[in-house]
């Protein structure tokens, strides 16, 4: 088994002491899609050949899943800066899995689907990722079930079993990523048509749509709620590919953007994945141009160059809530909280599809936010008031944790964020990046 020397992979508790009230300025350019990242390296598992994939972003996420790889061995190895080159083996053996990192990781899930095809019968623990509620794998269990995949969810793992696989006509439990993935990896190399309906459109299925396409697997309908994918049973290529980018990040970079009062430009923007979001901070007041249109890498997704100018906002006069896709990205919701408190008057935001995740805006209340908790699901958010700097810890969820870090931008005097381990499982050398466009964050290790 080949050890990836190249990872930075770390657990010791590292924090960010950020300086706030500074302005933002210049261009960022959006990093790699994390989600992307994940879902591309479990469908490499498809291909008995060499697999090379560019635009992997170099994340504490996908640090864990390359680790349970190599645990089950998988040569894995970085040759460029977010490149990856991924040989299976002739066999695969799961009895020495990486268990430390699968529990650290709900990606490990997504692994089902490939594996069916290589192994009988395994075993895999469960999946942790970030805490959000109760998440059941309901829609990746029915499903799979209909294409011969058996799952038994013990205590500690979840056992699968397949005799016989067989194409078929599937209904998803509900739309979710990961068991939309999940489905057609496993659905690829099913020889026969698969009709998947009530799929994501979202921006990582897609991927994994298109990446199939490039192993020669015929799929129809991506980005739609019908996805008809024509499998075939062996698939022994060496092939490239590019990974686009990352919508939720740049997201974020627009959310600090507008927190912050600032003027910056953001580039390689995946815009069918903000098209709403831009379109509610527009009515919400933002003041936008878009500088450019082209593809991303993989030749498949749109981009844009986006300058945002200080703006005055002012809430929405209806909620702000997502939906599966196009609707406003789950992942992108939190990001109009840190909004919501620099616009005029009080705006509702309604994060239905977690059971707790909206319990974690109320954190910004110790930055002097005014934060108002409804339900499990609903916050009000009144604008205004002026964030002052605070000591906290990231709580145990990527996106609530970077929106504490943005509050934090934006408030007078010194913060403190202790652990940021959850924020480096999504982003890219983070601290760095903001400080290039004019934040002022350190490092501490601890």
């Not at 100018?309 to 809530?321: G, N, Q, V, W, Y």
Request: proline content about 4%; charged content about 20%; hydrophobic content about 40%.
């Amino acid at each position: 088994m080949k050890k990836n020397n190249t990872q930075k992979a770390s657990y010791t508790s590292v924090d960010f002491q950020v300086t706030g009230g500074k302005k933002l300025s210049g261009e960022i350019t959006t990093s790699f899609s994390k989600n992307g990242s994940v879902g591309l390296l479990c469908a490499s598992l498809l291909n008995k050949g060499t697999t090379t994939l560019h635009g992997i972003a170099r994340i504490e996420e996908v640090y864990r899943v390359i680790e349970i790889l190599e645990s089950i061995d998988v040569s894995v190895s970085w040759i460029g800066a977010h490149t990856i080159k991924i040989t299976p083996p002739t066999k695969f053996n799961l009895k020495n899995i990486n268990i430390e990192s699968a529990i650290k990781t709900r990606s490990i899930i997504m692994l089902i689907g490939p594996l069916a095809h290589l192994l009988p019968s395994f075993s895999i623990p469960h999946a942790a990722g970030c805490k959000l509620g109760k998440r059941t794998i309901s829609a990746h269990t029915y499903a799979l079930e209909e294409l011969g995949i058996k799952i038994k969810t013990t205590n500690n793992s979840y056992d699968v079993t397949t005799k016989k696989t067989k194409s078929a006509n599937i209904v998803m439990y509900e739309s979710g990523d990961t068991a939309c993935e999940n489905v057609l990896m496993a659905a690829a190399k099913i020889k026969g048509v698969t009709k998947i309906e009530c799929a994501s459109g979202n921006y990582m299925v897609q991927e994994v749509c298109f990446f199939l396409q490039k192993l020669g697997v015929k799929v129809t309908g991506i980005g739609s709620g019908t996805i008809i994918v024509e499998g075939i049973s062996d698939i022994n290529i060496d092939i490239e590919y590019s990974n686009s980018e990352d919508p939720i990040e740049s997201m974020m970079f627009i959310s600090a953007a507008i927190t912050t009062n600032s003027e910056l430009i953001i580039k390689r923007c995946p815009i069918d994945f903000l098209t709403l979001e831009l379109y509610k901070l527009k009515k919400m007041g933002l003041k936008y141009k878009v500088l450019k249109n082209y593809l991303s890498e993989n030749e498949n997704t749109k981009l844009i160059d986006i300058q945002l100018f200080p703006s005055k906002l002012k809430a929405p006069e209806d909620k702000i809530h997502a939906n599966p896709y196009p609707g406003i990205n789950i992942d992108n919701l939190p990001f109009f909280v840190p909004i919501a408190t620099v616009s005029k008057g009080t705006t509702l935001i309604h994060d239905w599809f977690y059971e707790n995740r909206a319990i974690y805006a109320t954190e910004l209340n110790r930055l002097s936010a005014n934060v108002t908790l409804a339900d499990p699901h609903r916050v009000y958010i009144t604008g205004g008031t002026k964030l002052k700097s605070a000591q906290l810890v990231c709580p145990p969820a990527l996106r609530p944790s970077m929106v504490i870090l943005i509050a934090m931008m934006a408030a007078s005097g010194t913060s403190v964020l202790r652990n940021v381990y959850m924020i480096n499982r999504g982003y890219e050398d983070i601290a760095k990046r903001l400080n290039s466009i004019g934040a002022d964050i350190k490092i501490m290790q601890n």
